[in-house]
């Protein structure tokens, strides 16, 4: 594709609209902009070739003057009039990143429980087992409120167990905790120290084979961070979210080996997933639409799931890549 030159069509009863006009196809979206901008921006990218996702990291560079927001707008219509997506990164992908899904959340304490599997063959499959205990859990759970963390751990197994018997894949549990507050970690009717939320941390760890442990700490402890992943490298994914979006004193320490991918557009996307990809992280990316194409081209092997609108949005998404790659595969 490439991009002739860019035009504001102004309309006097309606929204005006941003033209794209390219070699192939014009594209176009709703945007109250200022002619001067649109003038600016066909300068910089008339004549610009898109052939690959490398292509929109030098786009960003071009128009690296332009806010985020405006930015993501003029790169999602160009990507999205894109047929296969995920092609345009890799034409060669073969799998969709695995389903990581919240299956019940809390407002004290541990925040979010999580179910994943890493054999399980099938996205939707996956996708369904993990819903399956998200409803058991919470019919089980239902009459109890801001119940205590071992509570829903050995809930969740029960719930897990019974899914087990319909299932050939192993099911994987997670937490995620995001309990700090004014230097405690808050739970239901106590508060720990930095050192008894890593003692607490360990022992659910242990006692309840967690694999996946997000946000245990506050972002800055970068030394519990490192203490917490030292013990339990092996064991499972030590995860930061961070809320930021800057890992880069914990990359610089190894004091993770998992980390939550944002989804800002697709050229940091990219460079963040690169980022990690070196560090040695495990990456997982959060669950929205736009970014599901991206994911599946750039091989990143979790998605975090919500059940929500964002959530369901996302997954749906992730469901027709599987079922296009399956025709793909077929053609060869």
């Not at 979206?29 to 690959?52: Q, T």
């Not at 979210?241 to 004193?249: E, F, L, M, P, R």
């Amino acid at each position: 594709m490439i991009i002739k030159n860019v035009e504001l069509n102004r309309r006097l009863f309606f929204s005006d609209r941003v033209l794209i006009n390219t070699d192939k196809k014009r594209i176009s979206f709703e945007a109250e902009w200022s002619e001067n901008l649109v003038n600016e921006i066909s300068r910089k990218i008339s004549n610009f070739r898109i052939e690959s996702g490398n292509d929109f990291v030098m786009l960003r560079r071009i128009l690296g003057n332009i806010d985020e927001k405006k930015y993501f707008v003029i790169e999602n219509a160009i990507f999205k009039s894109i047929e296969n997506q995920w092609r345009f990164f890799n034409p060669s992908a073969f799998q969709v990143p695995r389903p990581l899904s919240v299956v019940y959340k809390k407002n004290k304490g541990i925040s979010e429980y999580i179910v994943f599997s890493l054999n399980a063959k099938n996205f939707l499959v996956a996708l369904d087992a993990n819903r399956h205990v998200a409803d058991k859990l919470r019919k089980k759970l239902e009459n109890a409120e801001n119940p205590d963390e071992k509570d829903v751990l050995i809930t969740l197994k029960e719930a897990a167990d019974e899914e087990h018997g319909l299932i050939d894949f192993e099911l994987r549990f997670g937490v995620t905790f995001n309990n700090y507050r004014n230097g405690k970690y808050v739970y239901n009717g106590k508060s720990l120290s930095s050192e008894e939320q890593f003692d607490f941390v360990c022992s659910l760890i242990e006692k309840y084979n967690l694999v996946y442990i997000e946000n245990p700490f506050f972002e800055g402890d970068i030394k519990l961070y490192k203490k917490l992943t030292d013990r339990f490298r092996k064991k499972g994914i030590i995860c930061m979210n961070s809320k930021i979006n800057d890992y880069t004193k914990g990359l610089n320490k190894r004091a993770f080996n998992g980390a939550v991918l944002k989804f800002e557009n697709l050229a940091n996307m990219k460079n963040d997933a690169e980022n990690f990809t070196d560090g040695k992280i495990n990456i997982i990316v959060e669950g929205a639409d736009d970014a599901m194409d991206a994911a599946v081209g750039l091989g990143i092997p979790l998605v975090k799931i919500t059940d929500d609108k964002t959530g369901n949005a996302a997954a749906d998404r992730l469901n027709r890549i599987s079922e296009e790659i399956l025709k793909f595969r077929q053609k060869k």
